[in-house]
């Protein structure tokens, strides 16, 4: 049986902020149906096609009148993206995923994780200022 519950945060006062991201579809300027595809994009915005959409691909919608099975891993992920903090959208933060992956490889393995962090923290610190 899979339980599933909401990531806490550390010290319990508030709910766990991941950070998230989701899918765009957008108008390209370019476009000679501008008209048309400004349809289309309404018509996927609809709740009827967003529940269509994921009962075909179990994606998780950013529309909010899907509805998720109370207790499924669907419903877990789409309140965690409700709760988390838009992913930063700049350069830098490319730099954090290689010292995280070391760092959370480490922990896994049972190092210290306080040492793995720390030393992801300076790596990470390092690699922006060599930008």
């Not at 490319?94 to 959370?104: I, Q, S």
Request: zero cysteines; proline letters at 6%; glycine letters at 10%.
């Amino acid at each position: 049986m899979l339980v599933l519950a909401p990531i806490p945060s550390w010290d319990g006062s508030h709910t766990y902020q991941a950070l998230t991201g989701t899918k765009g579809i957008a108008i390209n300027g370019y476009s000679s149906n501008k008209d048309g595809a400004k349809a289309f994009l309404e018509f996927l915005a609809t709740p009827e096609y967003a529940n269509k959409w994921y009962d075909m691909t179990r994606e998780i919608s950013p529309n909010l009148s899907v509805n998720y099975a109370e207790g499924s891993v669907h419903k877990a992920i789409f309140d965690a993206t409700n709760a988390g903090l838009p992913m930063p959208n700049i350069p830098q933060f490319g730099k954090v995923w290689g010292p995280m992956k070391t760092a959370l490889g480490q922990i896994a393995q049972g190092q210290d994780v306080k040492g793995a962090l720390e030393g992801a923290v300076d790596n990470i610190k390092m690699d922006i200022e060599e930008m």
